[in-house]
């Protein structure tokens, strides 16, 4: 009874999602993500719960920012992860947006140089932006970048999901200890990796973020250091009209894993200050 239940309580969380992917097929591909995001918004604004602990989070990084700025953030935020999440579960139309994404930054001449030499390299980026159009602007110029990924409860949702990422580029992970062993089999024979580490990581560091200490994978750091390749951290910042900047940063330089992950830190909060509504403020970052 208990597993029917729980069979049923994922089908009614799914329903949305599969009425919004079906339902606005007939309609163009921008016009299908800005649906996405009005849905999250007014999710956002009647269901207090999210929008609240997106509030919560803000309030903590930006401790000076007035009730009303963090309110319109958070249902920034909202509209922003409904079309993310838009985007990535027509992944295969978010290519063609990619391919016309602005792409600048030395990061991108050093990652051709390392698949040239047949070298692996990791890139590490966030739930910022549209993360996922990297990977697809990486595949587009012969470097097919695989990806870490954490299984969703729902299996309706984690089925179009796995689908969808699997799409911007081979391998697609899991992530814990099985697809570490298929992620460093992966580099080691030249290939590349994205990775998300902006997640409360429980075995992570402790490591300032926002002035806070915020559990933080080394793994990144620590796979780039033992394999001896390039730690590119990108970002992809979403303009107004929906198009997309990417900008491949330098290699972090080498040197100890701690360090490095400061690093990137450091260069995601930049990123997050400028574009707070690009954040995903959901997570249990601290």
């Given at each position: 009874m208990q597993a029917k239940l729980t069979t049923l309580k994922y089908l009614v969380q799914f329903l949305p999602i599969w009425l919004l992917l079906n339902g606005a097929r007939v309609v163009p591909f921008r016009t299908r993500v800005r649906l996405f995001g009005a849905v999250f918004a007014a999710i956002a604004t009647l269901l207090p719960p999210a929008r609240r602990r997106a509030e919560r989070n803000l309030a903590r990084a930006f401790p000076e920012m007035p009730a009303a700025e963090l309110r319109r953030i958070s249902i920034a935020v909202a509209r922003h992860v409904g079309s993310t999440l838009g985007e990535i579960l027509n992944?295969?139309?978010?290519?063609?947006?990619?391919?016309?994404?602005?792409?600048?930054?030395?990061?991108?001449?050093v990652l051709k140089q390392a698949r040239a030499e047949g070298k692996?390299?990791?890139?590490?980026?966030?739930?910022?932006?549209?993360?996922?159009?990297?990977?697809h602007v990486l595949k587009q110029n012969g470097m097919e970048t695989g990806a870490v990924y954490k299984r969703n409860t729902n299996p309706f949702y984690e089925e179009i999901f796995l689908d969808a990422i699997r799409k911007g580029g081979e391998p697609v992970v899991e992530s814990g200890s099985a697809g570490m062993v298929q992620t460093v089999r992966h580099i080691r024979k030249g290939g590349f990796f994205a990775i998300l580490p902006d997640q409360r990581f429980k075995k992570g560091t402790a490591l300032a973020f926002f002035g806070?200490?915020?559990?933080?994978?080394?793994?990144?750091?620590?796979?780039?250091?033992k394999y001896d390749i390039p730690l590119v951290p990108a970002y992809a910042t979403r303009r107004r009209d929906g198009s997309i900047d990417i900008e491949f940063e330098a290699p972090i330089p080498h040197s100890t894993s701690t360090a490095m992950m400061e690093e990137s830190?450091?260069?995601?909060?930049?990123?997050?200050?400028?574009?707070p509504e690009q954040w995903y403020w959901y997570h249990n970052r601290w």
């Amino acid at each position: 009874m208990q597993a029917k239940l729980t069979t049923l309580k994922y089908l009614v969380q799914f329903l949305p999602i599969w009425l919004l992917l079906n339902g606005a097929r007939v309609v163009p591909f921008r016009t299908r993500v800005r649906l996405f995001g009005a849905v999250f918004a007014a999710i956002a604004t009647l269901l207090p719960p999210a929008r609240r602990r997106a509030e919560r989070n803000l309030a903590r990084a930006f401790p000076e920012m007035p009730a009303a700025e963090l309110r319109r953030i958070s249902i920034a935020v909202a509209r922003h992860v409904g079309s993310t999440l838009g985007e990535i579960l027509n992944n295969d139309e978010l290519a063609d947006v990619a391919r016309d994404a602005k792409v600048s930054g030395p990061g991108f001449d050093v990652l051709k140089q390392a698949r040239a030499e047949g070298k692996g390299a990791i890139i590490i980026s966030a739930h910022f932006g549209q993360w996922e159009a990297i990977r697809h602007v990486l595949k587009q110029n012969g470097m097919e970048t695989g990806a870490v990924y954490k299984r969703n409860t729902n299996p309706f949702y984690e089925e179009i999901f796995l689908d969808a990422i699997r799409k911007g580029g081979e391998p697609v992970v899991e992530s814990g200890s099985a697809g570490m062993v298929q992620t460093v089999r992966h580099i080691r024979k030249g290939g590349f990796f994205a990775i998300l580490p902006d997640q409360r990581f429980k075995k992570g560091t402790a490591l300032a973020f926002f002035g806070h200490p915020a559990w933080t994978s080394l793994v990144p750091a620590e796979l780039a250091l033992k394999y001896d390749i390039p730690l590119v951290p990108a970002y992809a910042t979403r303009r107004r009209d929906g198009s997309i900047d990417i900008e491949f940063e330098a290699p972090i330089p080498h040197s100890t894993s701690t360090a490095m992950m400061e690093e990137s830190l450091k260069g995601l909060e930049k990123r997050i200050r400028a574009h707070p509504e690009q954040w995903y403020w959901y997570h249990n970052r601290w």
